[in-house]
């Protein structure tokens, strides 16, 4: 496949400016009308003519044959810049000249004063922000949503990953971690960063040592963790997160009752400082984990695992991941159980693990789920070609068993 910039270097002009628009008020969807009007206002021209409405129209059809903007759905929404492509037309529409004048149009138009500061505006400013260098207003955003800043995970965000002021690289990091655990994204130029800009912070050591074991690298997911210095190595974040780590190592290897003794070890150091009986880790591998006591069956096992079951679910800590260990449970006690309830569907990790739990029942389940084998093959395809050879190998097995 053409990388973006040569897909880009073959747009037309009026495409260019199109594709600019949509890219820096992502992500909003605006109408094509109010694209042409935007455009029109801000006085851009083609050669020495205004840009009419059907230019925009077709530059559109171009844009969507280019995967560079989705067109519109249901219920009016308009058409959309691609995900992957709103940070390179952001820097594009900066590079031009562009940028700014494009965020001054959109946000005296009604269309904006109708989203004020919600979270959707906020993820576009922040972006426009970053690109063109004002770090001094990110502040003015307030509170900002951990995905916000996921945008960086792109290859081109090196260079604005670098510029950032040292309040805001821990967050940015782990939000692109974050991506990439979701979507199986590439990691090593970001895991390369976290080295580079924030050595030895444990949020990250933390994310990255999840992300191995989803490579498969069970022994660097440990090392990655062993290696951070004494002071840090010591603290509760990282014991709890190391016996987390080496639980899901011990589940996916079969080793129960392995598993079990790391769970406990967790559990022992998430209740380090608190006077809380019932404590639930906030950790993917630790919730995953709780397979192992599924698979121990005993009734102390069933015991345990209901019980942290019921504190993640009071305390609302990961959700989506202790799903999977609830229906796997519930399939245990009672193989004809109604386990039909909706997760979210797309090429991500939370569509994996449904795959995985509903293989507890019937694999056809899963598959009959309107788009499910398609985004789940859309998802093991991008893990196998950036290196989740675990992930892969599991969807393989779900697709095709």
């Not at 050669?47 to 129209?57: D, L, M």
């Not at 906030?282 to 192992?292: E, H, I, R, V």
């Not at 090429?347 to 449904?354: C, E, S, Y």
């Amino acid at each position: 496949m053409p990388r973006q910039s040569d897909r880009y270097a073959t747009l037309s002009e009026t495409a260019k400016l199109v594709a600019q628009f949509y890219g820096v008020v992502y992500p909003h969807d605006p109408a094509r009308s109010r694209v042409v009007k935007w455009l029109g206002q801000l006085g851009y021209r083609v050669g020495n003519r205004r840009i009419t409405g059907a230019e925009v129209k077709m530059a559109l059809v171009q844009l969507a044959k280019s995967g560079i903007v989705l067109r519109g759905g249901d219920r009016g929404s308009g058409p959309r810049a691609h995900p992957s492509w709103t940070l390179p037309l952001t820097i594009a529409a900066n590079r031009a000249g562009h940028l700014d004048a494009m965020v001054s149009e959109f946000n005296s138009d009604s269309y904006a004063y109708s989203w004020g500061m919600q979270p959707s505006q906020k993820i576009m400013l922040l972006r426009c922000h970053v690109v063109a260098g004002r770090h001094e207003e990110i502040h003015e955003l307030g509170n900002l949503p951990v995905e916000a800043w996921r945008f960086l995970s792109h290859p081109e965000a090196a260079p604005l990953l670098r510029a950032l002021p040292e309040t805001h690289v821990e967050v940015a990091l782990l939000s692109c971690l974050l991506y990439c655990i979701d979507t199986a994204a590439p990691p090593e130029q970001l895991i390369a960063l976290c080295g580079e800009l924030a050595p030895e912070r444990v949020s990250l050591a933390i994310q990255i040592a999840f992300l191995r074991i989803l490579q498969g690298r069970f022994d660097d997911a440990v090392t990655g963790l062993d290696d951070l210095p004494e002071q840090v190595r010591t603290s509760k974040p990282v014991e709890v997160s190391r016996a987390a780590t080496l639980a899901l190592i011990a589940t996916l290897r079969g080793k129960d009752r392995d598993a079990s003794e790391h769970i406990t070890s967790a559990l022992v150091a998430e209740k380090k400082g608190t006077r809380k009986r019932n404590v639930f880790p906030n950790s993917m591998p630790f919730a995953l984990a709780l397979l192992s006591l599924v698979r121990i069956g005993t009734a102390d096992a069933r015991a345990e695992l209901d019980r942290l079951l019921k504190t993640s679910e009071q305390q609302q800590i990961l959700p989506e991941m202790t799903r999977y260990a609830r229906v796997a449970a519930t399939i245990q006690h009672d193989s004809h159980a109604d386990v039909s309830g909706l997760w979210p569907i797309g090429a991500t990790l939370i569509t994996f693990l449904r795959g995985l739990s509903c293989c507890w029942v019937d694999e056809a389940l899963f598959l009959e789920i309107p788009d499910a084998r398609e985004c789940l093959h859309q998802f093991v395809t991008r893990a196998a070609a950036n290196g989740y050879q675990w992930l892969a190998a599991e969807g393989v097995e779900i697709l095709y068993r």
